[in-house]
């Protein structure tokens, strides 16, 4: 008799690096598999610090752009000047 398959139990977690390609987890050792772990919790790390780091260098760009910007005396809906008071 064949064994019956559950299609509904989760899958097993995958052992190849997304990266790579690479079969990791039959060829690093335990301690191999931590240095990998740890590497990948400090990559992560640094492109979260990245993200925030170019996030803040767009505000402050955006914030220094609309206060150079000069005021325009004309009506933007026409684009006349507006009447002296």
Do not use: F, I, V, Y
């Amino acid at each position: 008799m064949s064994k019956p398959t559950d299609k509904t139990a989760p899958a097993a977690a995958p052992t190849s690096d997304p990266s790579t390609g690479r079969d990791t987890a039959s060829r690093l050792s335990a301690r191999g598999q931590a240095a990998h772990a740890e590497r990948l919790d400090r990559q992560a790390a640094a492109l979260r610090a990245n993200l925030l780091r170019r996030k803040a260098q767009a505000r402050s760009r955006q914030e220094n752009d609309s206060a150079a910007a000069p005021t325009s005396s004309a009506r933007p809906e026409t684009g006349k000047p507006k009447p002296c008071p």
